[in-house]
């Protein structure tokens, strides 16, 4: 009898939720984990871009645009 119970407990939260609650603790966890991991890629490119960036301002190779006169007014 409680097996039955439960089934149709299960079912009618299947149907109210759209999802059992064991899909919706599963579903968190992948979100957390997708979360983290692309946590992860960003701080490796924004580290890389940092250190490009950083390369770049030590150059003395730069080319600087010429000056552009402002009429005055």
Not at 5 to 22: N, Q, T
């Amino acid at each position: 009898m409680n097996a039955v119970l439960g089934a149709l407990v299960a079912e009618l939260r299947r149907r109210l939720l759209g999802i059992s609650p064991e899909e919706i603790r599963y579903t968190f966890e992948d979100v957390r984990k997708e979360l983290r991991a692309t946590r992860a890629e960003l701080k490796d490119e924004l580290a890389q871009l940092r250190r490009e960036v950083d390369g770049l301002a030590g150059r003395d190779d730069r080319v600087t645009a010429p000056e552009v006169p402002v009429p005055e007014a």
